[in-house]
């Protein structure tokens, strides 16, 4: 909770929007220091410090924006809110991408400014890596790529823009968005993650926004969706690429309206999310091609956080092979972990990795199952032949022959894109093969 000695920069030139924000903040125990331009602003700034700002679009000798810059540029850890006409998506987007930690609408709506407030305060009085004891889940790997992953998303944790998370199968997409959620102001709320691909596209909608009870066959009872479910947290869409078109369009209105409305009722609810999507495909394609709305991809892409694929990032192998082999102990229950031999490690710094992380995984955990001795060799890992692209040489535990994930890794997304298929198909023919 804000103490009194908490402070708030309110910056407008509308005499009534001033004192309305002044009474709401004095009512949480916060001080407003006001400022109706961009240069007093700047002024106020330089001569005490604050907890957050507020800050409306258009002042008389400027833009919000160029405030949100200056701050920063000088005050990095200093949360500021946009104010901005409503309905004007586009300036919000604007504002976020230039830094700003969230937005309200005119008129402020006061339930929803106190939920921002409350939120830009937590930032402030509260160490980004404190989570109320629980593990924080951790991206290891002391290369370059990954001290500048850790950076970005240190950074997006204290923003609320909705985050498009990019990269390959395997490459860590949903850990990222759990570590943005764990260091943010949402961390002691719920981290809600849904497999867009894995859902059956006439039951997706109910996933999302919930239903009532009749509104359609097999409604036996009212349903909670996902983004009630993730009030006051972060919901987690991954494979957004995969979702109908008919769902993007109530996905858009949700996103901009910040409400749902479930199947079979006629009113919207209002949900605190934050939202961030990933996806392995190319969404511009997807555009391009007509599978994804343009609008919709415009405002989930606010900012985007791009995965290393692990042949980018070959140094870690070593810390990442440690760490797997660990938690495949623990998980068999087995007293101590095996380990690599040199040539086994130089076998593993050398493979392309398509499957990424995932991949490397599954090979641990295959050679680990196959070993007999504390120690695994490079015979053990069963790797491919580096001259051929198929994996003849993998034992026949792994599937059966003709198993269609083998050459890929068991990279579910990946055989499905060979195969012509979707996940959902691919999915139910493995089951129906009884191939796990």
């Given amino acids: ?5 908490a402070q708030a920069l309110v910056v407008d030139d509308e005499t009534d929007i001033l004192e309305l924000l002044r009474i709401t903040l004095a009512r949480m125990e916060i001080r407003a220091v006001t400022a109706t331009t961009l240069i007093e602003a700047r002024t106020r700034l330089a001569e005490q410090s604050f907890d957050l700002c507020l800050t409306d679009m258009k002042l008389p000798d400027g833009s919000g924006i160029e405030l949100i810059r200056h701050i920063a540029a000088h005050h990095p850890e200093l949360p500021v809110a946009m104010i901005t006409a409503y309905g004007n998506m586009d300036s919000a987007i604007e504002a976020m991408k230039a830094g700003a930690f969230d937005f309200v609408s005119k008129p402020v709506e006061l339930q929803r400014l106190r939920q921002l407030v409350g939120a830009a305060l937590k930032l402030a009085h509260r160490p980004g890596g404190e989570h109320g004891g629980e593990r924080v889940p951790q991206l290891l790997g002391d290369s370059l790529a990954m001290a500048q992953i850790r950076q970005l998303i240190a950074k997006l944790a204290r923003s609320q823009a909705p985050v498009f ?10 850990l990222a968005a759990r570590l943005i959620h764990a260091q943010g102001p949402r961390r002691d709320g719920p981290f809600v993650a849904l497999n867009c691909g894995a859902i059956p596209h006439d039951l997706v909608e109910s996933e999302l926004f919930g239903h009532k009870k009749g509104s359609f066959t097999g409604a036996s009872s009212d349903k909670q969706g996902l983004f009630q479910a993730a009030e006051g947290g972060t919901l987690f869409l991954d494979e957004v690429a995969e979702l109908p078109l008919q769902t993007q369009v109530k996905l858009l209105r949700a996103i901009q309206e910040k409400a749902v409305r479930p ?7 209002p949900v605190d999310v934050r939202l961030i999507s990933a996806s392995h495909r190319d969404l511009n394609a997807e555009v391009e091609r007509g599978r994804f709305r343009q609008d919709l991809f415009y405002r989930i892409n606010v900012i985007e956080l791009r995965m290393p694929p692990l042949r980018e990032r070959r140094g870690d192998i070593p810390a990442l092979a440690d760490w797997l082999l660990a938690r495949i102990a623990e998980k068999s229950g087995a007293d101590t972990p095996r380990h690599l031999a040199p040539e086994a490690l130089a076998a593993l ?16 955990e295959r050679a680990t199952a196959l070993c007999e001795h504390s120690l695994i060799e490079v015979g053990d890992l069963y790797l491919p032949d580096p001259a051929s692209t198929h994996h003849d040489t993998a034992p026949e535990i792994t599937a059966p022959p003709t198993a269609p994930t083998e050459p890929t890794h068991w990279d579910h997304a990946a055989a499905a894109r060979r195969l012509g298929m979707s996940q959902r198909s691919l999915h139910y023919r493995l089951a129906r093969l009884g191939i796990e």
């Avoid at 909770?1 to 000695?5: A, E, G, H, R, Y």
């Fill in 1 to 5: 909770m804000p103490t009194d000695k």
């Fill in 165 to 174: 998370v990019t990269g390959e199968s395997g490459t860590g997409k949903e």
């Fill in 263 to 269: 199947l079979g009722t006629q009113h919207e609810l």
């Fill in 349 to 364: 710094a050398h493979h392309p990795f398509p499957g990424n992380v995932r991949e490397l995984e599954n090979i641990l």
